[in-house]
Each structure stands twice: as structure tokens, then as C-alpha cells.
């Protein structure tokens, strides 16, 4: 990797997606090595709402929700306004055989490009206004939760104080909420700044489409636990409801253009996170993912 950068990129640039397969990597150090090889510069996990453990300098787990939870297409981060670039993914412990536990992927721009076709004013409407992501968070990780990280760990903080300047560094807005009816306490509800709901794969070597770079399926699906209903959970830049009949086309278009391919032990899948979207089907039986994040624009 570290001799055949270019060609790597080429590849990458052409294909969206690699998966490389029977490179002997066996553990989290071991992956922490090829991404370190890669060259690629690493990013840290702020502002993501998944609860995850943090292995080696460059290495997490992949989203540790209950394995019954199905976690709907999205682009990483798109919900930060600087989300990682490309997205590396190792299978540590790979799922029995029809245990499902793929990470199906999916080109985004193909589905920017039909859902044109099927809801052009709903895509003006969020290609113009952007969307804005609204979660309660608690104050600890919950993981019987898809987005149970709590604030702390969101904005590696210790106090609210220091969670409300992160917020303002986001442009988020937010609102400490009281004890809850089941009685929990150190609730946060936070409202991002308006994000792009639709960009262009734009630059020198980019395929110059536009892709539905949001994460508004996994929000309006996705995002429910005992304190977010999923519906709620993103609006227009404007503030208003999204159009659930164009969601669900999102959703059944979604469906179609999957490509899954089930994990062998030590596999690596890096990704294009500008270009592709990735989901997590549910599992039975033991699975550990893990992943890296990268924020390299000029790869």
C-alpha cells in the first residue's frame, strides 16, 4: 500500500469500493498497520451518533447497536460538517454463514439520479434548503441503542460546559432537557446547523455528479430508541417535515442498487464516503466490524 498509493487511488476512483481479501490481518493492530500503511490521514469520531470503542490509534468498532437493529443506508458523518473522506472497514470475527451482518453498499449517485426522476420537487426542495438532524442524546453511552452515544463521549467532554462549546463550534443548537418520565437525567437535545442534503463529487479526477450525501434515510428510519422518533429526527433546512412517500421511494430504491457480499475473516473494505453509502444488516451469532475514518480530500 504504501509503495502503490496512486494506484490505489486510481482504483478507488474508478471503483467507488475495494475489498481486499487474504492479506493476513487478524486483529485490530494488525489493521491499525494497513491503514497506517495507506497513508491516508486519519480523522477522530466527533459528532457521530453510534456508540463505539475506541481499539488502536486509527482503529474503532463499527457501530455496536443490538445485533437485531438494522442500520439503514447513509453516508458516514453526513450529519457533521466535515465528514471523513473514505471509510476502511475489517472483519475481526466474520458471521456464520446466512447469520446475515453484511455491510451492503451502494452508489450514491445512482440513487441521486432516480430519485430525480421519481420526486424531482422533494429533491429541489433538500438540494436548496439542506436538512438539519435533531437527536436527544444522554449523558452516558447506551448500547441497547442504534444512536445511544451519550454527549460525553459525542464531544469527548466531561462537563456540559465543555459539550455546549463544542455545540457552538458546530453551529448546532441545543437545549439541556429535564428528567425525563422514566427518570433519567443529563438529556441533550441537539439540532444541527443546516447541512447539504445533496452534493457534487466535484474536483480534478471526480466524477462531478451530484449524490444524495446525506444520512436522512438512517435519521427518519433509523433513529429510534426510548428518546428520538425517527420521523422527527430530520427536517428541510426550513425547518419542516419531510415527505414520507419520497423517503420510502428512498428507502425501495435503496433496496435494489444494494451489493452485499458476506465477510470472511480478516477482510478489508475501504470506501469512498463521498460517493458511496453503506448500511449494516442484522445478525445472529458472534460478528466484530471495525473501522477507521479518513479525512483526505486530495485522495
Known sequence: LTKNKEQLDTLLRRHQAILFRGFGAVSPLDFNDIVIASGYRGMEYI?????????????FTANESPPSELIPFHHEMAQTPHPPTHVLFFCEVAPSEGCGGETPILPSSEICRIMFEKHEGFMHKIESTGVRYIRIMPEFDDPSSAI????????????KEAAEVALKSLGSDFEWLPP?????????????????????????NRSNRKTFFNSLVAAYTGWNDSRNVGSLAVVSGDNE???????????????ELVVSIPWQRGDIMLLDNRTVMHSRRPFTGSRRILASLVRDPER
Open 47 to 59: 459528532g457521530g451518533a453510534a456508540v463505539r470503542t475506541q481499539l488502536a490509534e486509527r482503529v
Open 148 to 159: 445511544g452515544r451519550g454527549w460525553r463521549s459525542t464531544f469527548n467532554c466531561d462537563t
Open 180 to 204: 425525563s418520565e422514566s427518570g433519567e437525567t443529563g438529556l441533550l437535545k441537539t439540532v444541527t446547523a443546516v447541512m447539504p442534503a445533496i452534493r457534487v463529487d466535484a474536483g480534478e
Open 241 to 255: 417535515l419531510l415527505d414520507p412517500v419520497a423517503v420510502q421511494t428512498a428507502v425501495n430504491t435503496m433496496s
